[in-house]
């Protein structure tokens, strides 16, 4: 039934108004997906490789499409992305391009759940899944590589950490970046926003803080649950390797300063979440942070560990971080965004699935995470691309999709 029967490709725009290439897999007995790449800006040196879109595609027509075509069942994931990475033959996604590789691999899945009737998160996850609810991180004031002349840190991202229902704690994150508004106004600070739709005014970072703390608690005051916040770093952009140094624009610091710097500022706002605080070759600066604040808060991997289960191991066996960052985009397939998140699970490390700054209205990570049981989401706060995510979830707790 779920025999692939023809697979289309074509370039798409995505939210930065660049073109990302979108898939279609159709099926023997009707069944139907269709998915979108996402694209970084910050990206990880050691992710799978992003072609320019018209040569992904041409280069999926020729190597990909046929291998899959009346020979691969979009009900077997694990079949088709072994036949996506045989078709490429790199380590890295090199040859296909890695987005083309998601964008089929997840139209796959699609077309695997239509045929079955089921939900996307059910068709991967099963039937015990939809019960627990991922938290959303929301990005709501950021700087770095998505926005200029904004802060250093790339992203200050609310995190509802008491929030009683999915739904509640998505619109607590709106709430959070609605009152950053008005108080950056009242600052006299109007702006525009990066990216991924948070706040870019051009303030320094320790004003982001006590902006981000006040709409924080004022929030959790109206809404009458928890809300904390947490940060992604990107270290890895601020970080400069000749100097060994991390370049600030009013300060530098050496690793020994970051590791302090990070730990004060969990200390003093109760930070919950620490993504890439430390540059992405630093495996020990992360275990000797891990080792200092870890039982307090998530110290997250992204640009460290690509979503790559190696990278990961690696990350295991020395201690460093206590969560990891999962872009499916930034490895390939969704089976090996699953590799990841297990390796994860069952090391006692918690899961993080993540939007990239460039995104479309694709919301299979929003599946991707109900079907894993990721206790985290990070796809925005607002903005059409990000709303799709969100009120995805939504719609799963509802029972609605
Ligand atoms: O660094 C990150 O975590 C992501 C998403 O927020 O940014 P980008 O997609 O630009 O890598
Ligand atoms: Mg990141």
Redo the contacts with the bound molecule.
């Keep these: 039934m779920t025999l692939i029967t023809d697979v289309r490709l074509r370039r798409v725009l995505d939210s930065r108004g660049n073109p990302t290439v979108e898939a279609d897999v159709l099926t023997e007995s009707g069944g139907f997906g269709r998915a979108a790449a996402p694209s970084?800006?910050?990206?990880g040196e050691y992710e799978a490789v992003e072609r320019p879109p018209g040569e992904a595609i041409a280069a999926a027509r020729e190597h990909a499409v046929p291998r899959l075509v009346g020979e691969a069942y979009a009900g077997n994931q694990r079949e088709v992305d072994a036949l996506l990475h045989a078709a490429d033959g790199t380590d890295d996604f090199s040859k296909l391009g890695a987005n083309s590789a998601v964008a089929i691999s997840m139209a796959a899945a699609k077309a695997g759940a239509d045929v079955l009737g089921a939900p996307l998160f059910q068709h991967l996850g099963g039937t015990f899944r939809g019960q627990n609810f991922p938290i959303p991180l929301g990005?709501v004031v950021g700087g770095g590589?998505?926005a200029a002349d904004a802060t250093d840190i790339?992203?200050f991202l609310a995190a509802p950490v008491g929030a009683p229902s999915v739904e509640d704690a998505v619109f607590a994150n709106a709430a959070v970046h609605a009152a950053i508004a008005d108080l950056l106004a009242e600052r006299d600070h109007p702006c525009g926003k990066g990216d991924?739709g948070a706040w870019a005014p051009s303030i320094d970072d320790e004003e982001a803080f006590e902006i981000v703390d006040e709409a924080v608690s004022a929030v959790e005051d109206e809404v009458g649950f928890e809300i904390g916040f947490g940060l992604?770093v990107?270290g890895a952009e601020l970080y400069d390797a000749d100097s060994e140094t991390y370049e600030y624009s009013d300060t530098t610091r050496d690793t020994d300063e970051q590791i302090a710097y990070i730990a004060d500022l969990v200390e003093e706002y109760d930070l919950v979440y620490v993504?890439d605080p430390l540059d992405e070759d630093d495996y020990e600066a992360f275990a000797d942070l891990t080792d200092r604040v870890g039982d307090r808060t998530l110290i997250c991997g992204?640009d460290l560990f690509v979503t790559n289960t190696k990278r990961l191991r690696e990350g295991i066996e020395q201690g460093a971080a206590n969560s990891i960052?999962i872009k499916p985009n930034q490895i390939g397939t969704l089976t090996d965004a699953f590799d990841a998140i297990e390796l994860a699970t069952a090391n006692g490390y918690d899961s993080v699935v993540?939007?990239?700054?460039g995104e479309t209205e694709d919301a299979t990570i929003a599946h991707l995470a109900v079907a894993t049981d990721a206790p985290f989401i990070?796809t925005g706060a607002v903005g059409g691309e990000r709303t799709a995510k969100l009120n995805e979830l939504i719609r799963i707790a509802d029972d609605a999709t």
Excluded: F, I
């Excluded at 970084?40 to 990206?43: F, K, L, Y």
């Excluded at 993540?354 to 700054?357: A, E, G, K, M």
């Design positions: 970084g800006a910050s990206t990005n590589e998505h790339q992203e991924e992604d990107a993504e992204d960052l993540s939007h990239r700054s990070k």
